[in-house]
């Protein structure tokens, strides 16, 4: 019996010491959201358990204990000394076309809705004739093939065009141009060049008319902030845009943050995710880079000595709030992912709390035209830091040399 006894007593842990681990095994099939971030880069839960530590303590204290000036700064509005930029299009002459075309010029879009932005005053087709309809992207990814531009330099002059894209067009009535993004230089270029980039930019493209309706009603609802008892309803956006209120408008700032996933896994840069953000930077880069990460061969220490480092969100509110902005300053954020989520904008939320983005001003069905559409979304970014009173961006960018 004693011996039994004793047997049963060691069986109770072991059969514990089982189910265990049977948990721990069966835990990942049970719940695989909280493990798929070691299998995919991306921010994981346990790095939003983690949130990112704000790396200037004293100055977020500082920031958060200024009294509220109630947006009368009235330096910080004030418009920039004039610095001799004069507009264009007033004396933008339109060239005669030619009757006869002399081919096609094919293009492949990559990039963003900045570099897209960027032409010249031709006639524009959907498709091409059905003598040219073997022109593709897979009839070029298949092997090298004489009409095909592939290396066009990203900051190439206008005589780069008629030395090597000219003869192939005259040779074989089409030149396809893959990849084209933002591939012709700014500087140096002839006047009525740069006059014609002028007229495209700011006077031939426009947005279309969704776009135009929901960037003019969050710029309303920006301006003249709704009270808390008017909600959003599916018909506002119809009833505010265009309207006249008599209220004093408010001014308001758009940040451009830049603190996507490629940026930050770009920069070899760390942010203070803890070491599951760690390990799932250090894999999407392989990934994506091929270990060819920007400055991997420094230290965290010093790219940040160096400016080497995207500013985190937690940075720009920093530096807007040493700029003078407090936590009366209205600011809409002009980002379609940050990387962290929600815990990586919570110290910026912190010192302005109202802060706003597209999902706060606009419903579910004001966004349904432009939901997933990397494009749109920008688009209407765009439209509203065009109607801003000042745009700060983190890091140079399309988007900022375009606005």
């Given at each position: 019996m004693m011996r039994f006894h004793y047997q049963s007593h060691c069986y109770q842990p072991l059969r514990r010491e089982v189910i265990a681990g049977l948990f721990v095994l069966l835990f990942p099939v049970f719940l695989p959201c909280l493990f798929t971030p070691f299998s995919h880069a991306s921010p994981s839960t346990f790095s939003e358990w983690n949130v990112p530590k704000p790396r200037h303590?004293?100055?977020?204290?500082?920031?958060?204990?200024?009294?509220?000036?109630?947006?009368?700064?009235?330096?910080?509005?004030?418009?920039?000394?004039?610095?001799?930029?004069?507009?264009?299009?007033?004396?933008?002459?339109?060239?005669?076309?030619?009757?006869?075309?002399?081919?096609?010029?094919?293009?492949?879009?990559?990039?963003?809705?900045?570099?897209?932005?960027?032409?010249?005053?031709?006639?524009?087709?959907?498709?091409?004739?059905?003598?040219?309809s073997w022109s593709t992207r897979e009839y070029y990814a298949t092997a090298i093939r004489a009409t095909r531009i592939k290396r066009a330099p990203v900051h190439a002059s206008a005589n780069w065009y008629l030395e090597n894209v000219l003869p192939v067009l005259e040779s074989y009535g089409i030149a396809a141009i893959s990849p084209f993004s933002h591939r012709l230089s700014f500087d140096n270029l002839p006047s009525e060049i740069q006059k014609l980039r002028c007229k495209v930019n700011f006077k031939a493209l426009v947005f279309v008319p969704h776009i135009r309706a929901l960037g003019d009603a969050l710029v309303h609802r920006l301006r003249y902030p709704p009270g808390e008892s008017e909600a959003l309803s599916t018909n506002y956006l119809r009833e505010t845009t265009g309207q006249n209120d008599k209220r004093r408008p408010q001014k308001f700032v758009v940040v451009h943050l830049r603190f996507d996933k490629d940026m930050a896994a770009h920069s070899a840069c760390d942010f203070g995710g803890g070491k599951a953000e760690k390990l799932a930077l250090a894999k999407y880069r392989q990934t994506i880079w091929q270990g060819r990460v920007l400055n991997s061969q420094f230290t965290d220490e010093e790219l940040r000595s160096q400016g080497r480092c995207p500013l985190t969100p937690e940075e720009i509110g920093l530096l807007l709030a040493a700029l003078g902005f407090d936590n009366s300053t209205r600011l809409y954020l002009a980002s379609h992912k940050v990387y962290g989520g929600e815990a990586r904008i919570s110290t910026l939320r912190e010192l302005f709390p109202l802060m706003e983005d597209k999902k706060s001003l606009a419903s579910s069905e004001e966004r349904v035209h432009i939901k997933g559409k990397a494009s749109l979304l920008a688009a209407v970014d765009y439209y509203v830091g065009m109607h801003s009173d000042i745009f700060v961006s983190a890091s140079p960018g399309n988007m900022h040399n375009a606005l």
């Open positions: 303590l004293p100055l977020l204290r500082s920031a958060l204990q200024r009294e509220n000036s109630n947006g009368e700064q009235s330096d910080l509005w004030a418009p920039l000394a004039d610095q001799g930029w004069r507009p264009c299009l007033e004396c933008v002459i339109a060239p005669s076309l030619p009757q006869k075309s002399e081919g096609y010029l094919q293009v492949f879009l990559d990039g963003g809705l900045n570099q897209q932005r960027m032409g010249d005053d031709i006639s524009i087709v959907k498709e091409l004739p059905d003598e040219f």
